[in-house]
Nanobody, 123 residues
Framework: VQLQASGGGLVQPGGSLRLSCALSGRTFRHYAMSWFRQAPGKEREFVSGITRSGGITDYADSVKGRFTISRDNAKNTVYLQMNTLRPEDTAVYYC?????????????????WGQGTLVTVSS
């Protein structure tokens, strides 16, 4: 399976970005999807997850109420809408796939990683 993430960039505090991650090589609806992030000098951490059907979503406490994960199984793509961005959201964001109904919340549970997209929140 191949994952291609996009949508990162430089944004001012309080701004918004939408990340996308397209899956190819396998049937997208068979995979639960997650977003992780890794800030400089820190470990990679879970940000958000969504089940195969999209019926259940989950968020890290640090992003609840600001970020929204969604998926379009017809487009083989998962999205992360990020609003009210803060400087502490600056990180490389990675999408992750797991061939299961349940999404990964730990890096050790991830089946496949995307290449990462850099989000910088700064004035």
């Amino acid at each position: 399976v191949q994952l291609q993430a996009s949508g990162g960039g430089l944004v001012q505090p309080g701004g918004s970005l939408r990340l996308s991650c397209a899956l190819s090589g396998r049937t997208f609806r068979h995979y639960a999807m997650s977003w992780f992030r890794q800030a400089p000098g820190k470990e990679r951490e879970f940000v958000s997850g969504i089940t195969r059907s999209g019926g259940i979503t989950d968020y890290a406490d640090s992003v609840k109420g600001r970020f929204t994960i969604s998926r379009d199984n017809a487009k083989n793509t998962v999205y992360l809408q990020m609003n009210t961005l803060r400087p502490e959201d600056t990180a490389v964001y990675y999408c992750a796939a797991r061939a299961s109904s349940g999404y990964s919340t730990e890096t050790t549970d991830v089946g496949s990683w995307g290449q990462g997209t850099l989000v910088t929140v700064s004035s």
